[in-house]
């Protein structure tokens, strides 16, 4: 939800984000995630300059998350290119998107 409310405009449509691994101790809980982007340039616009947006992404996921969770919350973001993926039903079906 972050991802889209801090880059509609540049990249509607174009991202996915697929939880890779959950790590769970007393307490807490460490998300690794990836965000996917079809093209170079819209990685650029995810992470943004110094890496800002990206920073800002994870701060707002992390802080709501552990309020619906209840738990410290420790969110890990990488942003990766898989080009076409929205198109492609392999990677559609890899990214948690099945064909109806």
Do not use: M
């Amino acid at each position: 939800q972050e991802l889209f409310r801090r880059t509609h405009r540049e990249v509607p449509y174009s991202c996915a984000v697929r939880v890779e691994h959950l790590e769970e101790q007393p307490g807490r809980l460490t998300i690794f995630a990836r965000i996917v982007v079809e093209w170079d340039s819209q990685k650029g616009i995810v992470i943004g300059k110094g890496g800002r947006n990206l920073k800002a992404i994870g701060s707002a996921a992390r802080q709501k998350l552990a309020k619906i969770l209840g738990v410290r919350v420790h969110l890990d973001l990488q942003v990766s290119v898989l080009k076409d993926w929205s198109t492609n039903p392999r990677r559609l079906d890899e990214l948690g998107y099945p064909e109806a």
